[in-house]
């Protein structure tokens, strides 16, 4: 399975206009893997790959010569989703020669699927001018249980790097999964493996193979780490000899070449001209401090409209940014392009700043043993700074002093924050000295706090109503930031009103006021809302209730007995006081015990007291971001078991 940068596929489509190749007699390799008889899986697997190869033989010229051959058996019918092909591509460098397809029946009844059944689409709808497309053929209609899929491509390409990986497998259980590698004449390959012991190849002459056979699926688990850090990858690096120069192919041997090849992309793109320079110094005009002059450029290019642009992507210009003159003219940019105009406007007011190549949407996905900017998908920014400024999102560079770390792109984090799939994750400071990675910033619990205060009536028959408000702050906020922005009006009603339904059947709302503090990083949410039912009377003496009315965002996933993945968890506090006014003619009978939970990852405590006619219900959540192995499992497992029991248990009233 071929591990590709760019997303793959979008809905911006276009047929191919030629007539199907009839004739085409179903190749040995077809044949052979229809003919392997398959373990016995779980109920629950949809398929099962039986092949996944992919032969690469490279020119010394930087042409490469790519045949992929894939098979897969569909066991439910919700495997039929998998019956599906494709072959991404860059038009001016690379050439699809050949990609056909065969849907093989359980009866032994044969499809074969050519040109007209071939579909070209965009490799991402929001890069307008990306160079890059895919063409896809799908079975899904067609395959049964028990039908076999297989499908075909050569390609012919040119390669930037000297570098390819390669997944051998997905969630799905495989067969037989092989990466064939041959290099021109003196040349030679090194290798290193993620996720599994070191798999040896089996070399002849410059021909390498690197196989995995009969390996199992991957179950899902809840907060488990992503697919790329379970699954066995291939990072595959190979080199000319010493005495020849190779100037089409770009070698790296450490992270300090990656380094100064990137900064070599970026540093001239930093280009200021008269109406950049007075932007950045009318933004900074009215601050007062080095922050202030920071935040008010960074929420200034923030708003900028994300549109991705990228050409000459065989060349290696999806690694270069658009000169910061004409981001600032046109208003818009994708992420590198964001974080070069930063970077000039903070240049204008004598700051300097950095950019940083990180991957997005895990932060364990990068690894320091492969040298290879293949391993990033995202650019932010690093800001020198003083000891003026201080920030959860600061870290101390040996060399380069106190960095404060952020991105441009994200419109939900402000300054002084950053996303959760950018925390901790390895990254690459793109100057000509820096010859190691660094580790990104983890914010504390404390800082995406989340405080929720409810002061509710409860009345004789059970009826309830009140007043709910939410104070979040961190990446708290940020995903109800995200929440309330791209939402509807309708949606976002309807999704707090399910949200209040979920521990008051009968809720509804009769007032919302959602505030995006987005300036300071906090969004704010009060709700009043009445339930004719929520509290239980029972023999009419009776009133039963639970003092939890709605809960938190986030469920509490963990239920299963066993594990077989590590835990993931995130750095979040959460603290709420609930006030609830007791009817006429009843007093509070009783009430849980109290709970005090300490471990190594978290601490929970609640809390009960009645004064004033009221019941007063506490409780405060600190979760540190950690990852438990599955050794651990039961340790936090009866963690969130006990939260959950302790959120469930119920307060009884009695009437006097």
Same mark, same amino acid.
């Given at each position: ?63 490469? #010569?790519?045949?992929?051959? $894939? ?21 001016? *460098? ?72 390669? /997944? ?31 798999? =040896?190849?089996?070399? #002849? ?33 190979? $080199? ?9 192919? !770009? ?73 910061? #003159?004409?981001?600032?003219? !046109? ?26 190549? *990180? ?16 391993? $990033? ?5 690093? +800001? ?10 600061? *870290? ?35 100057? %000509? ?5 660094? !580790? ?30 939410? !104070? ?16 509807? %009006? ?13 521990? /008051? ?11 995006? #503090? ?16 929520? /509290? ?8 039963? &209730? %639970?003092?939890? +009315? ?35 003619? &009843?007093?509070?009978? =009783? ?25 007063? &219900? ?39």
């Amino acid at each position: 399975m071929k591990v590709r940068l760019t997303a793959l596929l979008s809905v911006l489509v276009f047929a191919v206009s030629a007539s199907a190749a009839p004739g085409d007699e179903t190749p040995q390799w077809v044949q052979q893997a229809v003919a392997i008889k398959v373990p016995t899986y779980e109920k629950d697997v949809p398929a099962v790959v039986l092949l996944d190869e992919e032969s690469t033989t490279i020119g010394s010229d930087g042409k490469v #010569n790519e045949v992929y051959n $894939f098979a897969i058996r569909v066991l439910r019918r919700e495997g039929r989703e998998y019956a599906e092909g494709h072959v991404g591509y860059i038009p001016d *460098i690379g050439k699809v020669k050949d990609f056909r397809a065969w849907l093989i029946r359980p009866s032994g009844e044969t499809k074969r699927y050519g040109k007209d059944d071939v579909i070209d689409v965009a490799g991402d709808l929001n890069d307008v001018y990306n160079e890059y497309r895919v063409r896809r053929v799908s079975a899904a209609d067609d395959a049964d249980t028990g039908a076999v899929f297989a499908y075909t491509y050569t390609l012919e390409d040119r390669s930037v790097f000297s570098q390819s990986d390669w /997944a051998f497998q997905g969630s799905l259980p495989v067969i037989s999964s092989r990466y064939n590698l041959t290099l021109p004449q003196g040349w030679r390959a090194e290798a290193v493996t993620f996720n599994y012991s070191k798999i =040896e190849p089996r070399v #002849n002459g410059t021909s390498y193979t690197w196989e995995l056979s009969n390996l199992p699926p991957v179950p899902e688990e809840p907060m488990s780490p992503s697919l790329s850090n379970l699954v066995p990858r291939l990072a595959v690096s190979y $080199f000319p000899p010493a005495s020849t120069q190779t100037l089409s192919i !770009k070698t790296f041997q450490n992270w300090g070449e990656v380094a100064t090849w990137m900064s070599e992309l970026e540093d001239p793109q930093v280009v200021v001209d008269d109406a950049l320079a007075r932007k950045a110094y009318e933004l900074t005009a009215l601050t007062k401090t080095e922050f202030d002059k920071i935040r008010a450029i960074a929420q200034y290019v923030q708003n900028i409209q994300y549109i991705s642009i990228q050409t000459g992507l065989g060349r290696g210009g999806g690694y270069r940014p658009h000169a910061s #003159n004409e981001v600032f003219a !046109k208003s818009y940019g994708d992420c590198k392009d964001k974080a070069n105009l930063m970077r000039a406007m903070l240049k204008v007011v004598g700051i300097t700043a950095i950019p940083v190549s *990180i991957y997005a949407g895990d932060p364990t996905y990068v690894r320091a043993t492969w040298p290879s900017p293949q391993q $990033f998908n995202h650019c932010i920014i690093a +800001v020198k700074i003083s000891d003026q400024t201080q920030a959860s999102t600061v *870290i101390q560079h040996p060399t380069l002093g106190r960095l404060l770390i952020f991105d441009p792109t994200d419109q939900e984090t402000p300054i002084g924050d950053l996303p959760f799939h950018l925390q901790g994750s390895l990254a690459l400071i793109d100057a %000509k000295n820096e010859t190691d990675l660094v !580790k990104m910033p983890i914010t504390p619990p404390e800082m995406n706090q989340l405080e929720r205060t409810a002061n509710l009536e409860l009345q004789p028959n059970g009826a309830i109503a009140g007043l709910i408000m939410e !104070k979040a702050k961190g990446q708290t906020a940020a995903t109800f930031r995200t929440e309330f922005r791209r939402l509807s %009006k309708p949606e976002y009603t309807g999704m707090i009103e399910r949200w209040l339904t979920s521990g /008051a059947t009968s809720a509804k709302i009769n007032k919302m006021e959602p505030t995006d #503090n987005v300036a300071d990083g906090g969004f704010t949410l009060n709700v009043e809302f009445s339930a004719n039912q929520y /509290a239980q009377l029972m023999q009419d003496r009776l009133l039963v &209730f %639970k003092p939890v +009315v709605v809960s938190r965002r986030e469920g509490l996933a963990l239920t299963a007995t066993t594990r077989k993945y590590p835990v993931v968890l995130h750095a979040n506090a959460y603290s709420e006081t609930v006030q609830v006014k007791l009817p006429p003619g &009843f007093t509070v009978d =009783e009430v849980p015990d109290p709970v005090k939970l300490e471990t190594a990852f978290g601490t929970y405590v609640t809390s009960y007291e009645v004064k004033n006619n009221q019941l007063v &219900f506490k409780r405060q959540l600190s979760q540190q971001a950690t990852t438990i192995a599955p050794a651990d499992y039961e340790k936090v497992r009866k963690f969130f078991e006990s939260i959950r029991a302790a959120e469930n248990s119920p307060v009884v009233l009695a009437r006097q």
